[in-house]
């Protein structure tokens, strides 16, 4: 593939699929956050149902804990059997009007159990604060708040005390068990019995340091995965959290199929497309330039077949004209025109040829001694004929008459070119031919008072086929390869064929490589 | 009666009195006695006093209290092969012991937990088969959690009047959930709030038997260690003797010490010593077993030849057959005199080997911690003088069964090392609760 269509095929076919995967993983990846946002709110929905049926099962607690905390008598012996009772109080105690804790006392040691002296040093801390539990609750319009729960953290992990405030001013605690509050959650928790629906899924009620209390699910998610979703837990167990955890492939098959895969047969089509339009496009320009190349061959193989039969037409025609008397002049101006057509047509053949060497690369030139002048000379004299019938005025002022080495075909040939662009366009006009010579280098100026050649559209008259469309070019016919050719050829004679700004009319400078013969 | 007998041998006549003796129904005896009913005069001492109750003998099938039993079976990873397979015909065993007035469910956990069989009469059978036979074994051990819903399934059908009980076999470790044996023992501790007990059968070497232990000791369940399989169906069947033979539930004993008279401790059963009265809490007594509770006591000094009154006892339970809860109440009193000779003669023996079989025990389990700790060179020495103590006590009282403990504690002496001290421990735990909780088989 030619760099060229390497560049265009990028373009064409890389720059909008790039574009088109930017934007589709863009939709995509906001596709794939809202997919999961939803997911996650859903996953959040079914844990927040589970908290449901925890804060009733809590409310539960709330009522057994309001009967324990109301005992009929405060006596320690009763308060102790309420506490046998209680599955959910560990201890209980009373905080009197003062605010002092009168249950379990801590001054008389000896009159308190075991398990009253391990509470005292338990929540030590909540004494040492000052906690008094009705104070800190009972301000302004909550003063109707006659229970409520404290939490403090031991070694062992978070404790939770219920309280309420009786009529009497006395307040009454309990220290919820938290082992028993956690049996009764877990217990009330779904387990994985056949037939739970949960078998992509880890459901893992977790502590305050994230470690599972209870779990259920059959997924078993890898460790350091953070949960899909996550919901603390009611009131007052709100260190402890709902997590849920969702088997990858689950995620994937909600997330990824709707969008990602979609995005990317999308993008897959797209690619095909426009990589099949491009072959086909591609495709197409090689037929083309490949039919180019046939005709040219073609027309080439028809030129060499014209050249013989050709030259031996001018070749007549000028002996007939020579041979008609000068008293027949009609006769004699009728083989004078066989004879320029023919050398026109014989033009047109040469450049033909030319191009088609051109195109295999097979130019070349082969200097001789002569003087530059002289061909320019005939060349000019070649052209008599049609200048004569076009009424263009023609000056030539000679400067390149010394004998140097050049290709006096190849002058020829451009020379040609130069002249019959000057007559087709220039009629009722002037051509101004001026040659100089300097050193190694001739210089021939070629300049008509035609319509010359608009400034936008002088780099393409050098173009092979580009034929200027204007009014003036109008209804001239023309192969469109003469001054692609002509520049060729000055190059190849190590010169250059330049069109030089003129006020008016077309001036063309053909500078030719000419060392001295 | 033997003990009664020798009692009356004795010099000094003890004023037990046990009152509301209904004279047509059953009841729990209520025995209570000093270990040293005569003592030194002159000088404050202490001594021990056993409350000792005896359920009465249940009479065939037809009373039997009916059970609402969850089995709670282990069934982690290691538990594959032969123990899951042991396992699933001890709880079919269990199910053929029952019949229709008695519920039961089975929960199976690993690192989740299932209810193979929610809380059922066990007259539907094939069901209950099905989900025993559906059982097996893979994955990490959420004990916590097991108990926990065996437990809410006996919640279900939780009544007085039947024996509520979870049923625990395990070979593991709890790994997901609490996990220590301080929480489960909380855990036994508020079950038995319900009047719901645990017992837990530990398989193989490799479960914790201090949590294990402590569930079923604080909910007054029993314990057991079955080495190898082979047990499993013996220890399940002793286990469903006592479950089937409950005679009395929710026992609440109170100990009213008499003034000056001060309640040191009570040795190997939870209570509550509050005020000079001491509560104790035994959630079954099963036919014509003892249970007892030890309690040490201070007497002040007292003269010789007078009576010192040392304590009123009271208790209260519920009575499986007569489906009443029944009241029982005794007073003991103490003599002293100046013969040392009077006072060894006049030793209880019954209350003196429960004395020195709970004082063993003890020192028993301070070896576990000295071991745990690595000092092995104490307890070795804690141990064989354990040993020693309980075999002079074996011979001055008499007893086969301190002989027998003096036995075991020089053995734990010789398994100290690192090799033999899993098993070892199991087995001193083991030991250590049958003795603090006078269960009726190892």
């Given at each position: 593939m030619?760099?060229k269509?390497?560049?265009?095929?990028?373009v064409i076919?890389l720059?909008p699929l790039?574009?088109?995967?930017w934007?589709?993983?863009?939709?995509?990846?906001?596709?794939?956050g809202?997919?999961?946002?939803?997911?996650?709110?859903?996953l959040?929905g079914?844990?927040?149902?589970?908290n449901d049926?925890?804060?009733?099962?809590v409310?539960?607690?709330?009522?057994?804990?309001l009967?324990?905390?109301?005992p009929?008598?405060?006596?320690?012996?009763?308060?102790?059997s309420?506490?046998r009772q209680?599955r959910?109080?560990?201890?209980?105690?009373?905080?009197?009007?003062?605010?002092?804790?009168?249950y379990?006392?801590?001054?008389?040691?000896n009159s308190?159990?075991?398990?009253e002296?391990d509470?005292?040093?338990?929540?030590?801390?909540v004494?040492?604060?000052?906690?008094?539990?009705?104070?800190?609750?009972?301000?302004?319009?909550?003063?109707?708040?006659?229970?409520?729960?404290?939490?403090?953290?031991w070694?062992?992990?978070?404790?939770?005390?219920?309280w309420?405030r009786?009529?009497?001013?006395q307040?009454v605690g309990?220290e919820?068990?938290?082992?028993?509050?956690?049996?009764?959650?877990?217990?009330?928790?779904?387990?994985?019995t056949?037939?739970?629906?949960?078998?992509?899924?880890?459901?893992?009620?977790v502590?305050?340091?994230?470690?599972?209390?209870?779990q259920?699910?059959?997924?078993e998610?890898?460790?350091?995965v953070p949960?899909?979703?996550?919901?603390?837990l009611?009131?007052?167990?709100s260190?402890?959290?709902l997590?849920?955890?969702?088997?990858?492939?689950?995620?994937?098959?909600?997330?990824?199929?709707?969008?990602?895969f979609?995005v990317?047969?999308?993008?897959?089509v797209m690619?095909?497309?426009?990589?099949?339009?491009?072959?086909y496009?591609?495709?197409?320009?090689?037929?083309?330039s490949?039919?180019?190349?046939q005709?040219?061959s073609?027309?080439?193989?028809?030129?060499h077949e014209?050249?013989?039969p050709?030259?031996?037409?001018?070749?007549?025609?000028?002996?007939l004209e020579?041979?008609?008397s000068?008293?027949d002049?009609?006769?004699?101006?009728?083989a004078?025109i066989?004879?320029?057509?023919?050398?026109?047509?014989?033009?047109l053949?040469?450049?033909?040829?030319?191009?088609?060497?051109?195109?295999?690369?097979?130019l070349?030139?082969?200097?001789?001694?002569?003087i530059?002048?002289?061909?320019?000379?005939?060349?000019?004299?070649?052209f008599?004929?049609?200048f004569?019938?076009?009424?263009?005025?023609?000056?030539?002022?000679r400067g390149?008459?010394?004998?140097?080495?050049?290709?006096?075909?190849?002058?020829e040939?451009?020379l040609?070119?130069?002249?019959?662009?000057?007559?087709?366009y220039?009629?009722?006009?002037?051509l101004h031919?001026?040659?100089?010579q300097?050193?190694?280098?001739?210089?021939?100026?070629?300049?008509d008072?035609?319509?010359?050649?608009?400034?936008?559209?002088?780099?393409?008259?050098?173009?092979?086929?580009?034929?200027?469309?204007?009014?003036?070019t109008?209804?001239?016919?023309g192969?469109?390869?003469?001054?692609?050719i002509?520049r060729?050829?000055?190059?190849?004679?190590?010169?250059?064929l330049?069109?030089?700004?003129s006020?008016?009319?077309?001036?063309?400078i053909?500078?030719?490589?000419?060392?001295?013969? | 009666?033997?003990?009664?007998?020798?009692?009356?041998?004795?010099?000094?006549?003890?004023?037990?009195?046990?009152?509301?003796i209904?004279?047509?129904?059953?009841?729990v005896?209520?025995d209570?006695?000093l270990?040293?009913?005569?003592?030194?005069?002159?000088?404050?001492q202490t001594?021990?006093?056993?409350?000792?109750?005896?359920?009465f003998?249940m009479k065939g099938?037809?009373?039997?209290?009916?059970?609402?039993?969850?089995?709670v079976?282990?069934?982690?990873?290691?538990?594959?092969?032969?123990?899951?397979k042991?396992?699933?015909?001890?709880?079919?065993?269990?199910l053929?012991?029952?019949?229709?007035?008695d519920?039961?469910?089975?929960?199976a956990y690993?690192?989740?937990?299932?209810v193979?069989?929610?809380a059922t009469?066990a007259?539907?059978?094939?069901?209950?088969?099905?989900?025993?036979?559906?059982?097996s074994?893979g994955?990490?051990?959420?004990?916590?959690?097991?108990?926990?819903?065996?437990?809410s399934e006996?919640?279900?059908?939780l009544?007085?009047?039947?024996?509520?009980?979870v049923?625990?076999l395990?070979d593991?470790?709890?790994?997901?959930g609490p996990d220590?044996?301080?929480?489960?023992a909380s855990?036994g501790?508020?079950?038995i709030?319900?009047?719901?007990?645990?017992?837990?059968?530990?398989?193989?070497?490799?479960?914790?038997?201090?949590?294990m232990?402590?569930l079923?000791?604080?909910?007054d369940?029993?314990?057991y260690?079955?080495?190898?399989t082979?047990?499993?169906?013996r220890?399940?069947?002793?286990e469903?003797g006592?479950v089937?033979?409950?005679?009395?539930?929710?026992?609440?004993?109170?100990v009213?010490c008499?003034?000056?008279?001060?309640?040191?401790r009570?040795?190997?059963r939870?209570?509550?010593?509050?005020a000079g009265?001491t509560?104790?809490?035994?959630?079954?007594?099963?036919?014509s077993?003892?249970?007892?509770?030890l309690?040490e006591?201070?007497?002040?000094?007292?003269?010789k030849?007078?009576?010192?009154d040392?304590?009123?006892v009271?208790?209260?339970?519920?009575n499986?057959?007569?489906k009443?809860?029944?009241?029982?109440?005794?007073t003991i009193?103490?003599r002293?005199?100046d013969?040392?000779?009077?006072?060894?003669?006049?030793?209880?023996?019954d209350?003196m080997i429960?004395?020195?079989?709970?004082?063993?025990?003890?020192?028993?389990?301070?070896?576990?911690?000295?071991?745990d700790k690595?000092d092995i060179?104490?307890?070795?020495?804690?141990?064989?003088?354990?040993?020693?103590?309980?075999?002079?006590?074996?011979?001055?009282?008499?007893?086969?069964?301190?002989k027998?403990?003096?036995?075991?504690?020089?053995d734990?002496a010789?398994?100290?090392?690192?090799a033999?001290?899993?098993?070892?421990?199991k087995s001193?735990?083991g030991?250590?609760?049958?003795?603090?909780?006078?269960?009726?088989?190892?």
């Amino acid at each position: 593939m030619k760099p060229k269509l390497f560049v265009v095929f990028l373009v064409i076919v890389l720059l909008p699929l790039s574009l088109l995967i930017w934007t589709g993983v863009r939709l995509a990846r906001d596709e794939q956050g809202r997919l999961g946002r939803r997911i996650t709110e859903a996953l959040e929905g079914r844990l927040s149902e589970i908290n449901d049926g925890i804060a009733r099962l809590v409310a539960g607690h709330e009522t057994s804990l309001l009967k324990a905390t109301d005992p009929d008598s405060l006596d320690a012996e009763f308060l102790r059997s309420v506490m046998r009772q209680n599955r959910l109080t560990r201890q209980l105690f009373v905080i009197d009007s003062e605010h002092r804790l009168i249950y379990p006392e801590a001054a008389s040691t000896n009159s308190l159990t075991s398990g009253e002296r391990d509470f005292l040093e338990r929540t030590r801390s909540v004494w040492v604060s000052g906690e008094t539990f009705y104070h800190q609750h009972d301000t302004g319009t909550r003063s109707s708040n006659r229970y409520g729960w404290h939490t403090w953290f031991w070694e062992q992990g978070l404790s939770f005390i219920f309280w309420q405030r009786l009529d009497s001013g006395q307040v009454v605690g309990a220290e919820v068990d938290r082992i028993a509050v956690m049996a009764d959650i877990v217990a009330s928790l779904p387990s994985g019995t056949r037939g739970s629906r949960l078998l992509d899924g880890r459901i893992s009620l977790v502590d305050t340091s994230g470690k599972p209390l209870y779990q259920w699910g059959e997924h078993e998610p890898a460790t350091g995965v953070p949960p899909a979703a996550e919901v603390p837990l009611c009131q007052p167990y709100s260190s402890w959290r709902l997590q849920y955890f969702v088997a990858p492939h689950v995620l994937q098959a909600n997330l990824g199929r709707s969008t990602s895969f979609n995005v990317l047969s999308g993008l897959a089509v797209m690619a095909i497309a426009l990589i099949g339009l491009t072959i086909y496009f591609y495709r197409e320009s090689a037929r083309e330039s490949r039919e180019a190349v046939q005709r040219v061959s073609f027309v080439n193989q028809v030129s060499h077949e014209l050249k013989t039969p050709l030259t031996n037409i001018r070749m007549y025609a000028e002996l007939l004209e020579k041979r008609i008397s000068e008293k027949d002049d009609k006769a004699k101006r009728q083989a004078r025109i066989v004879a320029g057509e023919s050398q026109r047509l014989s033009r047109l053949i040469t450049n033909v040829l030319t191009f088609a060497k051109g195109q295999r690369n097979g130019l070349s030139y082969k200097p001789a001694p002569g003087i530059p002048d002289a061909c320019v000379t005939s060349v000019l004299s070649g052209f008599q004929q049609a200048f004569r019938t076009g009424h263009i005025d023609v000056g030539f002022s000679r400067g390149a008459g010394n004998e140097v080495l050049f290709d006096a075909d190849l002058l020829e040939q451009v020379l040609g070119n130069l002249f019959s662009n000057v007559e087709k366009y220039a009629s009722g006009g002037e051509l101004h031919v001026c040659s100089s010579q300097d050193g190694d280098s001739t210089t021939i100026s070629v300049k008509d008072s035609g319509p010359g050649i608009p400034r936008g559209q002088r780099k393409r008259i050098f173009k092979p086929f580009e034929r200027l469309s204007n009014k003036v070019t109008d209804g001239v016919s023309g192969t469109g390869i003469g001054l692609s050719i002509a520049r060729d050829l000055a190059r190849l004679h190590g010169g250059d064929l330049a069109l030089k700004d003129s006020n008016r009319g077309a001036h063309f400078i053909l500078t030719l490589h000419t060392p001295l013969a | 009666m033997r003990i009664s007998t020798w009692r009356l041998l004795t010099v000094v006549i003890l004023g037990v009195v046990i009152a509301n003796i209904s004279v047509f129904a059953n009841q729990v005896k209520l025995d209570v006695s000093l270990a040293n009913p005569v003592l030194v005069e002159g000088k404050k001492q202490t001594t021990y006093l056993k409350i000792g109750l005896t359920g009465f003998e249940m009479k065939g099938d037809v009373q039997r209290t009916p059970a609402n039993v969850a089995i709670v079976l282990d069934k982690s990873g290691s538990m594959q092969g032969d123990k899951i397979k042991k396992a699933r015909e001890a709880a079919l065993m269990v199910l053929d012991q029952l019949n229709n007035k008695d519920i039961v469910s089975v929960v199976a956990y690993d690192n989740n937990v299932s209810v193979l069989v929610p809380a059922t009469k066990a007259s539907d059978k094939t069901a209950i088969t099905a989900g025993i036979n559906r059982l097996s074994a893979g994955g990490s051990t959420a004990l916590f959690a097991g108990v926990s819903k065996g437990a809410s399934e006996v919640r279900k059908f939780l009544a007085k009047n039947k024996v509520n009980r979870v049923i625990l076999l395990s070979d593991g470790l709890a790994n997901v959930g609490p996990d220590s044996p301080g929480e489960l023992a909380s855990l036994g501790a508020s079950l038995i709030k319900e009047g719901m007990s645990v017992t837990t059968i530990g398989l193989g070497l490799g479960y914790n038997e201090d949590l294990m232990t402590q569930l079923a000791q604080r909910s007054d369940g029993n314990s057991y260690f079955a080495e190898t399989t082979k047990d499993l169906t013996r220890l399940f069947k002793a286990e469903f003797g006592d479950v089937l033979s409950v005679v009395a539930q929710e026992l609440v004993v109170k100990v009213h010490c008499a003034k000056g008279i001060r309640p040191v401790r009570v040795i190997g059963r939870q209570a509550d010593i509050a005020a000079g009265t001491t509560t104790a809490f035994i959630n079954q007594i099963y036919s014509s077993q003892q249970k007892y509770l030890l309690l040490e006591v201070e007497l002040p000094a007292g003269r010789k030849g007078k009576n010192m009154d040392v304590a009123k006892v009271s208790v209260s339970y519920a009575n499986m057959e007569t489906k009443t809860t029944d009241t029982l109440s005794s007073t003991i009193a103490a003599r002293f005199t100046d013969s040392e000779e009077k006072v060894a003669d006049s030793v209880d023996r019954d209350a003196m080997i429960a004395a020195v079989t709970q004082l063993a025990t003890e020192n028993n389990d301070l070896a576990v911690v000295l071991r745990d700790k690595g000092d092995i060179e104490a307890a070795r020495k804690m141990l064989v003088d354990n040993g020693k103590f309980l075999a002079t006590n074996a011979v001055i009282l008499e007893s086969a069964k301190l002989k027998e403990y003096s036995g075991a504690n020089f053995d734990d002496a010789e398994n100290l090392d690192e090799a033999s001290w899993g098993r070892q421990r199991k087995s001193m735990r083991g030991w250590q609760m049958f003795n603090s909780m006078q269960q009726e088989a190892r």
